[in-house]
């Protein structure tokens, strides 16, 4: 019999590309197209749904065509994708009315702002288990719906569909305006919108009432690992076995099954989940309450997520805004030039601090500056930021779960870097883990896809698939660690109130 | 006697240019001053600064020769740069073949680990970058030094009773080395264990380091003792990808 594949679809911010992974979990082919970012004004943030689709629609046969194999080779499909992002279209024809509104975007600023009113940003985390900020996607959906002349109208009488980016695509692939199409999500990116209840993973009729927004146009939610629809369009006859957010996927991934397992993916920004098990963990210290995954008709599992808005662009910056360096990779080369940073402390707050802090007005700083620091002392804090920054996010969360963290599972870009991989290690005190297979937003898609039509068992068969590639053991003495932390979290004071009222546009 | 080729009589003639002028010079700059069409200038601009030996400024419009065409003789691809292209590949070299995965390049005679990937059995190892291998014990040492043209290792320590210690005998295996592209070792550095691996080629054909696996012997080699082909052939296309995706975008 001919070896089976599953493919994952990762829909992402600047891309989409289509992995197919086999049995053992490692990646035979990958087809990737870029799709172009759109900025029609200051602080908007843009893409073309169809052109999305369209690309989606030639990566999953470029996959297959790249290892010679046939379509009927895969055995199931699993989708991934950006969170939060917001698209409204109409059913009947299944065109998109006007742009997808990106999660970087911030149009929603003012309206945010109006909708906390005296109650403050928390007023609807209890249900949704989120603050309100311009992320997430039910003030996108008011705002479009309020910006388009006669969109409500249509909207209540059931003429407008809305969907994040996997609801977009699993309506085209199972055949789009033809009649047939499913109109589904999933708990995870249904976590994301505000509008789902955390508790009943059900729309709530309050939060709807809040943000204005008609039930006719949302879909319905399923779990994240279970069929879905069977695709009529681009591969015929293959189930469409799992849909998760990108940051929900990799944790899966990760195989970060139990509760106290977590990952964090390292890139442009870093995201670091945390498995609270089925327990619901409401963060008193600037974490996101999240659902983790539902596999099938299991209780769902949930996560608390810490995001860091700052990491790679850290060094990116460093690259090209400062000229420092020639390549990202070249900042270990500048940063082992010296054997610490020399009380050099770099907060990149450039657009306000995120977890746990949540300050808008905060702007960077660098900090402890003496004629005694060099690039190379620079070089040193620009990766040690990120090391702050995560230990940040750790210690907020073991103070919310009440769980102390035993090890970090690591992916994404930086991982590369062995200089700021022994450091988070040595800050957070515990073993940082980087695992074989570093697509892990696309494994976790295609392990929850996998699982629904049984091609992987079970959890554990999955587990055993997870391989340690590199381990960075803690090894810094104690006292060291309390005046690191104590040097970062006075510069931190420092980034605060910056911005001054007078400053914003009146 | 061959002749001489102009292309680098054209580009030697630009980097004079280029050194004689602190602010930078654009493409119709250089043209005018050499009598050259400008997609010729363009041509040799885009190729040195593909080697590394002229940079542009923020706009682009000007052209300037780098820091590094002063310091040739230091080693021109920085080693984190090695291993961040080197590391999707290397994992999947590892998970295929389920053994030790290590990259190096040779740094003043000792092979200096660049990166290394974990054998896939999750047992207790510990990551041993920035650690040197001796060049003349190890398949991922003689795959660097068969293609270095100043460094020979001068006193060729034994490790084990299979160690060459023969400078005349190491030049013949290094000669093998090179005319079939890729290293062996078989118990040269430890008991028990053996090691392949083959050169990263980067630009110009210049070898930048090397990728290689080494295992338990009975896992690395056939019944006969020979190294196993499917696993040569594993790690050369291994050094050919890395290879690739250091040609395609420097």
Same mark, same amino acid.
């Given at each position: 019999m001919a070896e089976q594949y599953v493919a994952a679809v990762d829909q992402g911010t600047n891309s989409s590309r289509c992995i197919l992974f086999d049995r053992r979990g490692r990646l035979v082919s990958v087809a990737q197209r870029e799709h172009r970012q759109l900025? /029609?004004? /200051?602080g908007w943030v843009e893409h073309d749904a169809e052109e999305i689709w369209r690309n989606v629609a030639r990566v999953v046969p470029a996959a297959i065509r790249q290892i010679g194999a046939a379509p009927s080779q895969v055995v199931a499909i699993g989708i991934t994708n950006q969170r939060e992002t917001s698209l409204l279209w109409d059913r009947r024809t299944g065109q998109p009315i006007g742009h997808a509104v990106v999660w970087q975007d911030t149009r929603t600023d003012r309206l945010v702002t109006e909708l906390a009113g005296d109650e403050g940003a928390d007023r609807f985390a209890d249900l949704c288990g989120l603050p309100l900020t311009t992320y997430f996607s039910a003030p996108r959906i008011k705002w479009m719906l309020d910006h388009t002349p006669g969109l409500r109208q249509r909207a209540e009488r059931g003429e407008v569909l809305f969907g994040t980016m996997e609801t977009w695509l699993i309506w085209n692939f199972t055949g789009g305006p033809n009649g047939q199409a499913r109109h589904v999500t999933d708990v995870t990116n249904a976590s994301r919108t505000m509008l789902m209840n955390i508790e009943t993973l059900d729309w709530d009729d309050k939060l709807l009432e809040a943000f204005d927004v008609p039930r006719a146009i949302l879909p319905e939610i399923r779990p994240s690992s279970g069929v879905f629809a069977t695709a009529t369009e681009v591969l015929p006859g293959v189930r469409i076995g799992a849909a998760l957010g990108d940051q929900q996927a990799a944790l899966f991934g990760q195989t970060c099954f139990s509760a106290g397992e977590a990952k964090c993916t390292y890139g442009t920004g870093s995201f670091l989940l945390l498995h609270t098990g089925q327990e619901i963990v409401r963060s008193k210290h600037g974490m996101l309450t999240t659902v983790a995954y539902q596999i099938g008709d299991q209780p769902a599992s949930y996560a608390l997520e810490g995001s860091m808005a700052v990491t790679g662009s850290l060094v990116q910056w460093f690259r090209d805004g400062l000229g420092m360096i020639h390549t990202a990779a070249e900042i270990e080369t500048l940063a082992r030039t010296v054997e610490d940073n020399g009380g050099a402390y770099i907060v990149p707050a450039f657009s306000g601090l995120f977890a746990p802090h949540w300050r808008s007005e905060a702007r960077g700083v660098i900090a402890g500056l003496t004629g005694y620091i060099t690039k190379g002392h620079l070089a040193r804090a620009v990766l040690e930021a990120t090391g702050f920054q995560t230990l940040e996010v750790v210690d907020a969360m073991n103070a919310d779960s009440g769980i102390a963290l035993t090890a970090l599972k690591v992916d994404g870009g930086m991982t590369a870097n062995n200089l700021l991989m022994q450091f988070i290690a040595d800050l957070l005190d515990v073993r940082v883990v980087r695992p074989m297979v570093t697509e892990t937003v696309s494994l976790g898609a295609a392990y929850a896809a996998g699982l629904a039509v049984g091609y992987w068992p079970d959890l554990e068969g999955l587990r055993s698939n997870w391989h340690r590639a590199g381990q960075w053991m803690p090894h810094m003495d104690p006292a060291r660690r309390a005046t690191e932390y104590a040097n970062w979290q006075a510069a931190v004071q420092r980034t605060f109130n910056w911005i001054r009222p007078e400053d914003q546009d009146l | 006697m061959p002749g001489t080729v102009q292309s680098i009589e054209r580009a030697a003639a630009v980097l004079r240019l280029l050194a004689a002028a602190p602010d930078g010079l654009g493409v119709a700059d250089l043209g005018n001053a050499l009598g050259l069409a400008k997609t010729t200038v363009h041509g040799i601009l885009r190729t040195l600064h593909q080697v590394g030996f002229v940079e542009q400024d923020h706009s682009g419009a000007h052209y300037h020769l780098s820091d590094a065409f002063g310091r040739l003789g230091e080693s021109y691809l920085d080693p984190n740069e090695l291993r961040s292209r080197a590391i999707n590949w290397a994992d999947s070299l590892a998970s295929r073949s389920g053994e030790v995965v290590r990259v190096g390049r040779l740094v003043e005679g000792k092979v200096e680990v660049v990166h290394h990937v974990f054998r896939p059995d999750d047992s207790d190892q510990d990551l041993d970058v920035g650690t040197t291998l001796p060049p003349h014990a190890t398949a991922l040492g003689k795959a660097v030094l068969a293609y270095d043209t100043s460094a020979r290792p001068r006193s060729l320590e034994a490790y084990t009773t299979r160690t060459i210690t023969d400078p005349v005998q190491l030049g013949e295996e290094l000669a093998t080395v090179r005319s079939r592209g890729w290293a062996t070792e078989f118990e040269e550095h430890t008991v028990e264990l053996a090691s392949i691996a083959a050169p990263i080629r980067g630009l110009g054909g210049l070898v930048v380091g090397a990728v290689g696996l080494a295992g338990r012997i009975e896992r690395i080699c056939d019944s006969r003792l020979r190294h196993r082909g499917d696993l040569v052939t594993m790690v050369r296309a291994t050094a050919d990808a890395i290879a690739r995706d250091l040609r395609d975008d420097t």
């Open positions: 900025f /029609p004004r /200051p | -």
